[in-house]
């Protein structure tokens, strides 16, 4: 569908979000244009729509002209699905004949020049840029709306209690559909009801519940929700089953092992298919027919890469699909059911493929579909019943900086700025020789570390077989590296890499009951780490000190948390003289955050500094005499740094020359300064279409 | 590889819905049926002293008591006799995970000089089978014995009150500082990965070399209650032997696995898991009919067949 086509559709379509339900009234023409909406959006039947779109042209052709000219632009797009030349000679029909029909004639314009383009595996185009919040899906299957997560927090950042909203892709217009206020609570990536007028979504109370909510879409907002599942394990939507009966979803039990089930609408009840190990799946799909499943596994423990396989909905069998030392990606089923799409950089690029599927078994070998699709895409949101591939892009990028400052000044040299792209939380070394970093790499899921010499420049690559490690702190030996991360077998903790092998070892393994460990630091004299437990958005934390040589572990300090500061940010930092802990805390209102310092051996707190807004801790300075911390500025999307002396004075403003620096890490030298940037300002919505006459021409 | 449906038989509540089935050994009623007689045939032992079902007595969750099997002529076996429970769950098959399907795996012994000690070609003569139909009827036997519904199974299914509070204290700590999910996770509380718990280094050496590094696979647990002594050399003679045996951080050896480490558990953390681990005796159903479900098992079901009923193959099209 393109952007015309939806100008159509929001003629001629009922309103879901923003006309409650029945209070418009439809004519004859509207019902049929339903009708034949639900034969090639619901059924996938263009054949049928275009006979359907062709009972209207009859019946309106004489009368309407504005229902006809709409009827033939849908009827034309329905062949343009099918890579039938028929639909041209209609779209010129229409430019020709219904010239008084401006929103029709562009329409058909528009469907001109796609046709006229050469096909290399469909045209996309971008359908919406979102600031502030995540689009993660999914569309609706008549790709008209977009759910996307809305948060309360200030500045238009990623921060405060999250609510579901949806977007219209036609009209612009947002609709908030939940009304959630608290820190703890939050929506998980929903499923759209085969007729795209219900939602289904976990609802997750953090560390107590989760819900599978089943929710009407008639415009109200907050819209009235009910409970049709309930557990105390971790479980995400997958994909609602277009006869409407399953919502398959992925559950993970709390010795860490992934299901795949399936809840019924009607009853809630679970059935689980299958136990999938430590890895879970990330995309699954129901076949059109809702027959089957597909979904994704991983190729081993030992890599980010993926296979795809499809089980039969009643458990009776299943099937490897797509089985390749490359990442195959799953995206999808084709809206005739004939095959399964997927992204896969077998042949060294990331490009998009189609797998023939027919009578629950693969029939013959994949083809691509289109080369040099899926390098930088964050997420795929399911096909539509159309057959268009909507997927999201992370807008702009994170990078490492290493920037020398004048701390007097507050000044940096630009000329001397160093940059290493897709990197994240960077950590030097007690001798200041290494800086490590975390590095993201497109299309693949996992991260890792980079470690850059600052004495050679050279950088490599340091992969253990962890799950998203972040905050790397170097030992003061320089030999290992703690991080916060999942292992193979999906237990969340702190782990220790060797710096040159990335041999991984446990060090504290979170229970099961237990949230994930914050920011965990070496001591400098090497006999203990300090780090953070029981750290949950809007929860009360603890920063306890481990003895490493006898596991003892003590407490150092309790803290309570601002929802916006949540776990993604630093939560305290020790001295480089081991003397002096530095934190954050709350008094448990938004509008009291404070920065606290005290001695690490236990004493009396002080307070450093009160904000009202965003901060990010950074390093200390090499003396141990001041904090480097970040704070909003003052245009949207700035984020500033700032040097804090612990024993007064007043905070005064670095220029490090970029709008957004966070993760401030002070070289030993005490003239450069390694920072996180983000100019990821906004996250895209794409859209892949038209790219199904390919498959049909291969055939 | 393609798997086909498990129609002859009803999962029991707890266990994966899909049962793994070779596409060239569909689980029919008449082929659970044939490998029930064989596995009580003694036709298949040298002597004719001895069945399957010798070392894996249904009594017993299909496991014989034991610290090691005995064969014809008592002779003595190296290992204990695995509980054959949820084996169509399984992805290797033996201590040592040597066999990598079940239809392998069922002619073995029958072959094994300490067990039937038979020649393929004289088990043919014995019974009128040739051997890959002996071999797919055993294995489509061993693949319908199955347990779950227990009171684990009940408590993760949403009924609070089928745990008792220390049998929720236990698998809080089964969860959390046993580590025991480090290797026991699932429906079948298995990786069915191999591992090197120091069981088998005796004397500064590996009695058992297992797979080759002192690794054994991890067992179910499923029905455990029932199927001392344990480990594979039956060494441990109660629960309580195992669970001070792992406290203890097992025995050290260049190959221990790494997930095995002194726990220091209290006396009431170890009593607590042995009441947890007793929880998971369950329903052993074995055959196609449900009425010969062993009714010994402790706990009595909370709904047979708690999984719906399945279709037949030919209802996929």
Excluded at chain 2, 42 to 62: Q, W
């Amino acid at each position: 569908m393109n952007r015309c086509t939806a100008g159509i559709l929001a003629a001629i379509a009922a309103i879901l979000l923003t006309v409650p339900a029945g209070a418009q009234k439809k004519t004859e023409a509207d019902t049929m244009f339903e009708a034949a909406r639900q034969k090639e959006t619901l059924e996938g039947d263009l054949s049928g729509a275009i006979k359907q779109y062709g009972a209207i042209v009859a019946k309106y052709g004489k009368t309407d002209r504005g229902v006809t000219a709409t009827a033939l632009v849908r009827m034309a797009e329905a062949y343009q699905k099918m890579g039938n030349a028929e639909a041209q000679k209609i779209y010129e029909q229409v430019v020709r004949e219904y010239a008084d029909q401006k929103d029709a004639v562009a329409l058909a314009r528009a469907g001109l020049g796609v046709q006229a383009a050469p096909h290399s595996g469909g045209n996309i185009r971008q359908v919406w840029t979102k600031f502030g919040g995540s689009p993660y899906g999914p569309v609706s299957h008549d790709g008209r709306y977009v759910v996307f997560t809305s948060y309360l927090g200030p500045g238009g950042g990623r921060t405060g209690p999250q609510n579901l909203a949806v977007h219209d892709l036609i009209t612009g217009a947002d609709l908030v559909l939940t009304k959630n206020e608290s820190p703890v609570e939050r929506p998980g990536k929903p499923v759209f009801s085969p007729d795209s007028r219900q939602i289904g979504y976990p609802w997750i109370v953090e560390g107590v519940s989760e819900e599978l909510r089943i929710m009407e879409l008639n415009g109200n907002s907050p819209a009235k929700s009910r409970v049709l599942f309930k557990t105390d394990d971790l479980f995400r939507a997958r994909d609602w089953s277009p006869d409407g009966k399953w919502i398959a979803v992925g559950i993970r039990r709390k010795d860490h092992i992934n299901q795949l089930g399936l809840v019924s609408t009607s009853d809630g009840t679970l059935r689980v298919l299958k136990s999938i190990d430590w890895a879970g799946s990330t995309q699954v799909y129901f076949s059109p027919d809702s027959r089957y499943l597909a979904f994704d596994l991983p190729s081993s423990e030992n890599g980010g890469k993926r296979d795809i396989f499809v089980i039969a909905v009643d458990g009776s069998r299943e099937v490897p699909a797509v089985i390749h030392p490359a990442n195959d990606r799953l995206a999808g089923w084709t809206p005739e059911g004939k095959h399964l799409l997927f992204i896969s950089d077998r042949n060294g690029r990331p490009a998009l493929w189609s797998l023939p599927f027919e009578n629950g078994k693969p029939q013959g070998n994949p083809e691509m579909l289109r080369p040099d699709f899926g390098a930088n895409h964050d997420d795929y949101l399911g096909p539509t019943r159309t057959g268009e591939l909507y997927f999201s892009v992370l807008g702009g990028g994170v990078k490492v900086s290493i920037a020398s400052v004048d701390l007097e000044s507050g000044k940096s040299n630009p000329a001397t700025m160093q940059q290493f792209t897709n990197g994240i939380y960077p950590a030097w070394s007690a001798d200041g020789k290494y800086l490590a970093y975390i590095t993201y790499q497109d299309g693949d899921a996992r991260t890792f570390l980079t470690i850059y010499s600052a004495e050679t420049g050279q950088r490599r690559e340091l992969r253990p077989n962890l799950t998203y490690p972040t905050w790397p702190s170097w030992s003061p030996d320089g030999r290992s590296l703690l991080v916060p991360a999942g292992d193979a077998k999906g237990r969340w903790g702190i782990f220790s890499i060797d710096a040159q092998t990335a041999e991984v070892e446990p060090v504290a393994i979170s229970g099961p009951e237990e949230p994930g460990f914050g920011t965990p630091q070496w001591l400098p004299d090497g006999k203990g780490i300090v780090y953070e437990r029981g750290r949950k958005q809007g929860g009360d934390g603890v920063i306890v000190k481990r003895e490493l040589s006898s596991g003892k572990e003590s407490e150092i300090v309790r803290v309570k948390l601002l929802p916006n500061h949540g776990v993604a940010t630093r939560g305290f930092v020790v001295s480089p003289d081991g003397q002096s802990l530095a934190y954050l805390t709350s008094n448990g209102t938004p509008a009291h955050t404070a920065i606290m310092v005290m001695p690490l051996a236990g004493g009396q707190p002080r307070e450093l500094l009160k904000v009202t807004e965003f901060v990010y801790l950074g390093g200390w300075t090499p003396d141990s005499q001041s904090l480097l911390y970040s704070r909003n500025g003052t245009l949207p999307g700035d984020v500033a740094a700032w040097l804090l002396p612990v024993n007064g004075g007043p905070p005064r403003k670095l220029d490090l020359g970029e709008r957004f620096a966070t993760e401030l890490q002070m070289h030993p030298d005490g003239k450069r300064v390694a920072f996180w940037s983000n100019n990821q300002t906004a996250e895209q919505f794409w859209v892949l279409e038209n790219f199904l006459p390919a498959l049909t021409a291969k055939k | 590889m393609l798997f086909l449906l498990a129609a002859a038989v009803t999962i029991p509540l707890g266990l994966d819905l899909y049962l793994p089935v070779p596409e060239g050994n569909p689980l029919t009623a008449e082929k659970i049926e044939q490998g029930r007689r064989l596995f009580f045939d003694r036709r298949l032992s040298r002597d004719g002293s001895i069945a399957c079902s010798s070392c894996h007595d249904p009594e017993r969750a299909f496991s014989d008591g034991r610290p090691v099997a005995v064969g014809v002529f008592d002779r003595k076996g190296r290992r204990n006799s695995p509980a054959l429970i949820n084996r169509g769950y399984g992805r290797s098959f033996f201590w040592d995970g040597r066999m990598a399907t079940l239809e392998e795996q069922v002619l073995k012994p029958i072959q094994d000089v300490n067990e039937m000690d038979l020649t393929l070609p004289e088990a043919t003569a014995r019974v009128g089978l040739p051997a890959e139909e002996i071999s797919r009827a055993l294995a489509s036997f061993v693949r319908s014995i199955l347990s779950g519904d227990s009171p684990f199974d009940r408590f993760i299914e949403g009924d609070r009150a089928a745990l008792s509070a220390e049998q929720q204290a236990g698998l809080a700590i089964f969860r959390g500082k046993g580590n025991c999910t480090a290797c026991h996770v699932g429906p079948n509380f298995t990786d069915e990965r191999l591992h090197n718990t120091g069981i088998a280094w005796r004397d500064g050496k590996l009695a058992d070399p297992g797979a080759g590094r002192g690794d054994f696979k991890t067992p179910t647990l499923r029905e455990i209650a029932r199927t001392a002594p344990y480990m594979h050399d039956g060494s441990l003679a109660t629960l309580e032997d195992v669970i001070e045996y792992y406290d203890r951080g097992g025995n050290r050896n260049p190959g221990l696995d790494a997930e095995i480490r002194p726990l220091h558990l209290t006396a009431a953390e170890k009593r607590s898991i042995v009441v947890f681990l007793r929880c998971l005796n369950g329903l052993v159903q074995r055959g196609t009919d449900t009425a010969q479900w062993d009714r010994r098992s402790v706990n009595p079901p909370a709904s047979a067949g708690a999984s719906p009923a399945r279709l037949a193959p030919s209802d996929l099209g």
